[in-house]
Structure formats: structure tokens, C-alpha cells
């Protein structure tokens, strides 16, 4: 058996540059929204108002029990077809679509948003109550303590936990191939079906995927052991 990584790196090489461009567009607008969705979660289930904290729990439960790819499927395929019905109930014509990258970008803000809650939550419950109590005699009003005295150190103790999740969304954007944006693995997948160079393209997408996650890993770490030292 021969292989040919030669004419698969000069084929594949510049179609899964671009895939790059994809998935680290998706990766960062992704996390950024999953940032802010987990925020809003672990505050809205830390509130006084129990009824609140409750339907949260729920939607985090639902959303954590069901995969990942399953809620690409849905965003993409059934929410369009939801909409639609609804806008027919009000008497218009709406053809709904939702754009593939727009899918998996909504899809990983609402699934690992969910994820990451749980982390800013229990990091949030664990900072020391003299920083509450601090703010509160300071004259600071509950709202301004959870902002200034409580999320600042709840974040920043929950970065390393954040860089992990940052690496496994990376990973998770090849499921997006399954609605068909082109990323690395749809593009490295149209290659080989085109060119029977199965050993040669994959190989060279596990290693691009590699090149991304390891320094991004170190990176991660480099981060966390300066807050450290912060610290």
C-alpha cells in the first residue's frame, strides 16, 4: 500500500485553512455568547426568586441530558419549521431559515453555556463571605456587590475550567459537518470520497486539529499560572 501525503497536504492544505477560518470563528463567537449565557444562568439560579431558580434548573437539566448534535439537528431542522407555523397562526408567509454557522453558534452557546453555569455558580458560592459582607458595609447595594465583589473572583477562579472548554469546543465543531458547514471535517470528508486518499486526509485533519488544541492547552495553562501568581 502506498500513500500519498504529498499531493493530499497540496490538495487538502488550503481547502482546510479555510475550514480553520470557520471553526475559529465559531469556536470565539461561541464561547463569548456561552460566556455570557452561563452568567446569566448560574445568577438567574443563585436569585431569591425560587420559582425562577427552579425553571432554570430544568432547562439546564434538559439541555445537559440531551447530545449535543441532537440540538444542532433542532435548531437547524425544526426551529425554522416552528417558526414558520407560528408566524402562519398571525396570517403571514414566512420562509424561516437559519443559516448552518448561525446554528452551531447557538448551539454552542446554549449547551456549553449551560455546562459552564454550573462552574460560575459553585465558584460564586465558594468565594469567601467577607467579600459579600465587605461590599454590603461598604454601602454597595446587593446588585453592585454580586458585580464588583463576587462574579470578578468567581471568573477568574473558574479560567481553568473555561480553557478546558474552550479546547473541547474546537473539538465539537467537526459534529457540525453534520449540517452541513464546511468546516474541517466535511471538507477533509469531500476530499477523500473525491480522491480515495482516506489514510492521507485524515490523518493530516487529525493533526490539524492537533496543531490547534495543544498550544491553545498551553496557553490555557500559561493563563492560569499567572492568575496564580496574581493570586
Same mark, same amino acid.
Given at each position: 500500500?502506498e500513500?500519498n501525503?504529498?499531493?493530499?497536504? #497540496?490538495?487538502?492544505g488550503?481547502?482546510?485553512l479555510?475550514?480553520?477560518?470557520v471553526?475559529?470563528y465559531?469556536?470565539?463567537?461561541?464561547?463569548?455568547?456561552? =460566556?455570557?449565557v452561563?452568567? =446569566?444562568?448560574? @445568577?438567574g439560579?443563585?436569585?431569591k426568586?425560587?420559582?425562577?431558580?427552579?425553571i432554570?434548573s430544568i432547562? /439546564?437539566? $434538559?439541555?445537559?441530558?440531551?447530545?449535543?448534535?441532537? &440540538?444542532?439537528?433542532? /435548531?437547524?431542522?425544526?426551529?425554522p419549521?416552528l417558526a414558520?407555523?407560528?408566524?402562519?397562526l398571525?396570517?403571514?408567509?414566512?420562509?424561516? +431559515?437559519?443559516?448552518?454557522v448561525? *446554528?452551531? /453558534?447557538?448551539?454552542?452557546?446554549?449547551?456549553?453555556? *449551560?455546562?459552564m453555569?454550573?462552574?460560575?455558580r459553585?465558584a @460564586?458560592?465558594s468565594? #469567601?463571605?467577607g %467579600?459579600h459582607?465587605?461590599g454590603l458595609?461598604?454601602?454597595?447595594?446587593?446588585?453592585?456587590?454580586m458585580?464588583?465583589? $463576587? @462574579?470578578?473572583?468567581?471568573?477568574r477562579?473558574?479560567?481553568?475550567v473555561?480553557?478546558?472548554? =474552550?479546547v473541547?469546543?474546537? +473539538? #465539537?465543531t467537526?459534529?457540525?459537518?453534520? @449540517?452541513?458547514v &464546511?468546516?474541517?471535517?466535511?471538507?477533509?470528508?469531500?476530499?477523500?470520497s %473525491?480522491?480515495?486518499?482516506?489514510?492521507?486526509?485524515?490523518?493530516? =485533519?487529525?493533526l490539524?486539529?492537533?496543531v490547534?488544541?495543544i498550544?491553545?492547552? %498551553?496557553?490555557?495553562?500559561? $493563563?492560569e499560572r499567572r492568575?496564580? %501568581?496574581v +493570586?
Open positions: 500500500m500513500f501525503f504529498k499531493r493530499a497536504f #497540496d490538495v487538502l488550503p481547502s482546510l479555510d475550514g480553520v477560518g471553526v475559529v465559531v469556536t470565539l463567537v461561541g464561547f463569548i455568547l456561552a =460566556l455570557g452561563a452568567l =446569566l444562568l448560574a @445568577i439560579r443563585l436569585t426568586h425560587k420559582w425562577l431558580g427552579r432554570l432547562f /439546564i437539566e $434538559i439541555v445537559r441530558g440531551t447530545p449535543l448534535l441532537v &440540538q444542532f439537528f433542532y /435548531i437547524y431542522f425544526v426551529v419549521v414558520n407555523g407560528v408566524t402562519e398571525f396570517g403571514y408567509d414566512t420562509k424561516i +431559515k437559519i443559516p448552518a448561525t *446554528c452551531g /453558534i447557538i448551539g454552542f452557546a446554549i449547551n456549553y453555556g *449551560c455546562y453555569s454550573e462552574v460560575i459553585a @460564586i458560592l468565594v #469567601d463571605s %467579600q459582607e465587605a458595609a461598604l454601602g454597595f447595594s446587593e446588585k453592585r456587590v458585580l464588583h465583589f $463576587i @462574579i470578578p473572583p468567581a471568573l477562579n473558574s479560567v481553568p473555561f480553557g478546558n472548554y =474552550l473541547m469546543m474546537i +473539538k #465539537d467537526s459534529l457540525l459537518a453534520m @449540517i452541513s &464546511q468546516e474541517l471535517l466535511l471538507r477533509t470528508k469531500t476530499f477523500a %473525491q480522491t480515495f486518499l482516506t489514510v492521507e486526509a485524515y490523518t493530516i =485533519l487529525a490539524v486539529y492537533l490547534i488544541s498550544p491553545l492547552s %498551553q496557553l490555557c495553562k500559561f $493563563i492568575l496564580k %501568581q +493570586k
